[in-house]
């Protein structure tokens, strides 16, 4: 049986009028120290945002989520924050912040699959937010 990982993830969402603190969720990214493992699963139902908060510039928000991402993965063409360590990258994610792009608190797990943990995850959360 292969041994399970702790594992901490938090929601992404989007707020776009921050002083209403309304939000609806577009992603969740997932961390393990451990394995040195991060991912986001992101899609912001552009449909759903513009029903949601029609005056919002969904072009802008699709771009703050694209930086999100580019430093989750790291590397060549994620900036300054991107060549941070998983851990320090993680962290700066899921930092509060009173921005159009906000996470959850970030929460915990034991998993023995993180791949399908974030894919878990993203269907519990965000997937099923958009039903109905």
């Known amino acids: ?8 993830y938090a929601v992404i969402r989007v707020v776009p009028r921050v002083e209403r603190e309304e939000f609806l969720n577009v992603g969740v990214v997932v961390y393990c120290a451990r394995q040195k493992f991060l991912q986001a699963i992101i899609e912001p139902g552009e449909d759903r945002l513009m029903a949601f908060c029609p005056q919002c510039d969904v072009a802008e928000i699709r771009e703050y989520l694209h930086s999100f991402r580019k430093i989750c993965e790291g590397g060549a063409g994620s900036g300054p924050i991107g060549a ?7 962290r700066w994610l899921t930092a509060v912040r009173s921005t159009v792009v906000q996470c959850s608190k970030v929460h915990s797990g034991l998993t023995e699959n993180l791949p399908e943990t974030v894919k878990k995850l993203f269907l519990q959360l965000v997937s099923a937010d958009r039903a109905g």
């Open 84 to 90: 941070l360590t998983v851990a320090e990258r993680f």
């Open 1 to 8: 049986m292969p041994e399970k990982e702790l594992f901490e």
